[in-house]
């Protein structure tokens, strides 16, 4: 009988989720996805999953333990933790019980290194931006091989060379749609804001949309307090299909995560990325590596209202073929193809 994988699923916003569902619906043997999936409809997971305890310190956790104390090797060991031991005591009860082939780690250091203290192979994604901080090169150190979600042309100058050789560069693994016919470059500005980041403000939105009164916005995801809303601009909070959306933009704005700019890229839209501040450089990297190729214009931050003109000026300039080559339509066929290859190998022994 074929072993089956486990997916660990990262709870932070719900790009992980996205990207895991669509991977494990393309292989070949039973996934089981492993995650606290709290805020998350699960009915539309491709098989099994196995749901932990929260580890979080509180409601505004924002990654850190403070601890002082904390081993080097680790990024988030906080003690007297009671859901920390439970979800690490579940996952190596899953791992006794079914035997799978290998764990594929999407995101967590600590749960990597778990997995290889139970002697489990483990594929561990490797996400933008520079992580050369002795935790992340650990993790990477103890598993089997390393998954990037995104073309290695994206890639940070400073990965180390065996870090680099050790990784699949899988390309964006969004759950996307084929490009349309090309847009209008005046037509409609469309922003998006996913679950990760902070969202925008109803007083900056307003402002960006007075200050270009001639372009319809359309604004995708959170907004928070309350401003009067000049005729042109459009908040319309989540949307089932923001793929839909993107496909009649003329512009899209949003930052540099991975699902919108895997998103951009596969409908071949002009682009102007805002990173927002993320550990290690995620998203500042990843815009720098998109603005070199000419795949999007970058700013710094929300802009100022005087700036918006020039901006969506200089987007009209934008190539949209550059970041529409960025995008693989069988990224994710190719990456499930690699994971079942991989834990082949681990059920050999190999």
Same mark, same amino acid.
């Given at each position: 009988m074929t072993r089956g994988i486990?997916?660990? #699923? /990262? /709870?932070?916003? #719900?790009?992980?989720?996205? $990207?895991? !569902?669509?991977?494990? %619906? $393309? *292989?070949?043997? @039973? !996934? =089981? *996805?492993?995650? =606290?999936? %709290?805020?998350?409809?699960?009915?539309? %997971? @491709?098989g099994p999953v196995l749901d932990l305890p929260d580890d979080r310190l509180d409601a505004a956790f924002d990654g850190a333990d403070g601890a002082a104390d904390r081993p080097h090797g680790l990024h988030y060991a906080p003690l007297r933790h009671a859901g920390i031991r439970a979800r690490m005591a579940r996952i190596a009860d899953w791992a006794a019980r079914t035997d799978p082939a290998l764990l594929v780690v999407d995101v967590s250091v600590e749960v990597a290194l778990l997995a290889r203290l139970l002697s489990l192979p483990t594929l561990v994604f490797r996400l933008a931006g520079t992580r050369t901080d002795l935790p992340h090169l650990e993790a990477f150190r103890a598993a089997d091989r390393l998954i990037a979600p995104f073309p290695e042309s994206l890639d940070a100058a400073g990965v180390p060379d065996w870090v680099r050789a050790k990784t699949y560069h899988a390309g964006f693994l969004g759950r996307t749609r084929p490009a349309g016919p090309a847009a209008d470059p005046a037509g409609p500005v469309v922003v998006v804001f996913g679950r990760g980041g902070a969202g925008g403000t109803a007083t900056d939105l307003a402002a960006a949309a007075r200050a270009v009164p001639d372009r319809v916005w359309h604004v995708l995801g959170p907004v928070t307090g309350t401003a009067e809303m000049p005729p042109n601009l459009h908040l319309h909070c989540w949307v089932a299909d923001v793929d839909a959306w993107i496909a009649r933009a003329g512009l899209v704005v949003g930052g540099a995560g991975d699902g919108v700019v895997a998103a951009v890229a596969a409908g071949g839209k002009r682009f102007l990325c805002l990173p927002e501040p993320r550990a290690y450089g995620e998203q500042t990297e990843k815009a720098e590596a998109l603005a070199r190729l000419g795949a999007a214009l970058v700013h710094p931050g929300w802009p100022e209202p005087t700036h918006w003109p020039a901006l969506l000026r200089a987007a009209r300039d934008l190539d949209p073929s550059r970041i529409a080559a960025l995008h693989d339509p069988e990224a994710i066929a190719r990456t499930a193809g690699f994971i079942a290859h991989r834990a082949d190998m681990g059920a050999a022994g190999a």
């Open positions: 486990g997916y660990y #699923v /990262h /709870h932070q916003g #719900v790009g992980h989720w996205q $990207r895991a !569902c669509a991977i494990a %619906a $393309r *292989l070949d043997r @039973p !996934c =089981t *996805l492993i995650g =606290t999936f %709290a805020g998350i409809d699960t009915a539309e %997971a @491709p």
